[in-house]
């Protein structure tokens, strides 16, 4: 899925030259400016070449997606449309993996529907979770941490972020569109929803961009995220005009299933288990958009901007199913009259991870 940019030739360097060669980028590493270490902390590690070509990109060798508009020389730069709100590393820390019981047939039939979407993904992307493997339990035959044929390393992460976040794009974009004709065929307003759900739809395009920084996907991968895209576009566009409650049940409980994702990602870091992670900064277009501090802008903080933002999603879209779909107003961008009182807002000072109820919102 990803292309290769090492030919065969490159694994039969000699091991004695290649350590020699990864002791001395990391010692310019710590001495270079921020704009080389992130190419530098790529070639510490030489890694074999994928027979399926799934494995990362060089940021030298990246393809720019999103290049600046040639023929406007009077922009310097185009700012997003939604700035995101500042989130502190406390807030990050906190979130935890919630999972809110099914209560009624709607509740049942979206998280069935993300158990079966869940399976497909995870057979798409190679992707089996391994407790044992993943808490690094000692193999008693070997002596050594346990290890799967399905153990998760940076190449393979990549892959199922850039195929997940692909997809989390467009049930934002979808709910957005539908209430939009909607509003204009009763011709009254939406009371909020429609900005809420179109900037959920902008933050997961931001965190594919910023994947797309690290790896770049390949025709295979490509074709992939189009079919994808064909049939979960249709499918929740139906769904949708149906079942608006069970359309955003089913966002929550797939929200459920990224926080779990990049937890598992963040625990894999935090193990020494994706080595080519230790010393990565994150692209500057994520340092721009989530105004990551200094000091703060390595892989991992890149993982727990993106996870609080999975957990913000996972409250917006279980809230919503709680309410009343033509009637009540947005709760996240309300102003209440007790600004004391507990209540929904745009950051995650007062996250719940299972969503608000209605009688504690309107």
Known sequence: MFATTHSTKSTLVNKEVASRISAALRCRYHNSTPATRTTIAYAIHIRQPSRRQFSSTPPSKLKEYFPPPPNAPNIKLTGPAWHHPVYTEEQMNKIVVAHRETQN?????????????????????????????????????????????????????????????????VPGMVAGMLRHLHSLRRMRRDNGWIETLLEEAYNERMHLLTFLKLAEPGWFMKFM????????????????????????????????????????????????KLPNWDHLEAPEIAVRYWNMPENHRTMRDLLLYIRADEAKHREVNHTLGNLEQNEDPNPFVSTYKDPNMPHPTKGIDTIKPIGWERKDVV
Do not use: C
């Open 105 to 169: 047939w709607s509740d049942y039939v979206a998280l069935s529907m993300v158990r079966f979407l869940r399976g497909a993904m995870d057979m798409a992307t190679w992707y089996k979770h391994d407790p044992e493997a993943a808490a690094g339990l000692i193999d008693p035959k070997t002596g050594k941490p346990k290890k799967t044929k399905s153990a998760m390393n940076e190449r393979k992460w990549l892959v199922r972020a850039l195929f997940l976040e692909s997809v989390a794009g």
């Open 225 to 272: 995220i189009l079919g994808a895209q064909g049939v979960f576009f249709n499918g929740f566009f139906v769904a949708y005009l149906i079942s608006p409650r069970t359309a955003h049940r089913f966002v929550g409980y797939l929200e459920e299933e990224a926080v779990i994702t990049y937890t598992r990602m963040i625990a894999d870091l935090d193990a020494g």
